[in-house]
DNA sequence: ATGCAAGTTTGCATCATGTGCAGTTATTCC
DNA sequence: GGAATAACTGCACATGATGCAAACTTGCAT
């Protein structure tokens, strides 16, 4: 009854975290720079080398918080009634998710004001977010039988616009909820300009 | 007669678009990765540590031309009339010059291009067009009075839609003009979803 | 035009990154 | 239990990136 793997992939699994996590108060507290891949290595007890196997880079650990996160945003998405159309799937899962009740998730926090101090670190995020969108455009094309444009412009703007509600909500240092402000993007979204 | 500064800014301006130019061609004909600094330094007549005195980073010498590009779109923004909102300034302005009537800039398509097939150079990318998001945001915030997430919004759905819709233009091998395709992002953007 | 102040380029030293390779160790599966 | 397979590790090596100090170039006041 092991659940899901062998005891190798749980393993892999497992230090895989490992390695995030130490990453993550590694850097929260050094700063970015001042980490090296040899303390992360060190903390999480796998060799400089192994550190290589798993991730390709001291960002890349780092995001792999963020990956997580995206594959939620995707079977959430899924997860929606069939007879929705695209847009609404899709802004309503980003909701459920990106603007939770109440508790908006401490360790993306950190990661996005990381990514906001550290240039290298808001690119890969940044990718990272145009994977999402790519794979959430091909999505939303099957929901709504349309290989043209919209519906890459849908997926576009709409994580975009949650983008930029989240800077504003970040710079605003949180006077209004997260999930307010996110609404009032994606209302300024829908409504003509 | 120096037209704008002294001969020491004009040198270093010089050189700036040199090594530019050397990166862009090597990176062209032998690959991103097949690229060392070394050989820029060399291709531009600089020592490899003066390389590192104009640009961080090899990706940093190939987006140059992006920053430029990105110049011309915020001053192609600041020339529409003062009565536009920000939405139509922000619209024309990017339509005058990302979809200009036939001639889509080799230099941008051949950057984009670079992108698409390397990871870094696409974060890169991604990371100045964040830039320019930003500083759109705050000059539509400006023009229409608005401090709140809607200007932030229109910069960001309306950059990410002519990304998008770039990219479906390149995906589909150009069988559509450029601007077409822009115009139909827009058109989707701008009608309710 | 001359010479001093300020800015620029360079080589050198140094530490971190990232990867190929080969030997060792751990796990799977029969 | 033992062969096959996969993961971990140390080492070597090329490149990346940065501080520093010496050499050199430009700007400017006299």
């Known amino acids: 009854m092991t659940g899901t ?3 190798r992939e749980r393993k892999k699994a497992e230090t895989r975290l490992a390695v995030y996590r130490a990453a993550m108060r590694l850097t929260v507290d050094k700063g970015y720079e001042n980490v090296t891949v040899e303390a992360i290595a060190e903390e999480s007890n796998i060799s400089r080398r192994t550190f290589f196997n ?7 650990a780092l995001m792999y918080g963020e990956e997580e996160r995206h594959r939620r945003l995707i079977a959430a998405f899924r997860a929606r009634p069939a007879e929705e159309s695209g847009w609404t799937a899709l802004s309503s899962a980003t909701l459920e998710l990106f603007g939770s009740i109440a508790e908006p998730d401490r360790e993306w926090i950190a990661r996005t004001l990381l990514a906001r101090r550290h240039p290298t670190l808001l690119a890969r995020q940044l990718a990272n977010l145009l994977e999402l969108e790519q794979q959430l455009a091909a999505l939303i ?3 709504d039988d349309d290989s043209g444009v919209r519906p890459r412009v849908i997926a576009a703007a709409l994580l975009s616009s949650m983008r930029a509600a989240t800077n504003l909500w970040l710079d605003d240092d949180q006077a209004r909820s997260l999930p307010v402000v996110m609404s009032e993007a994606l209302d300024a979204l829908a409504s003509r300009f």
């Open 54 to 60: 798993y991730f390709s880079d001291k960002a890349d």
């Open 5 to 7: 793997q062998g005891l």
């Open 141 to 143: 094309a099957e929901r």
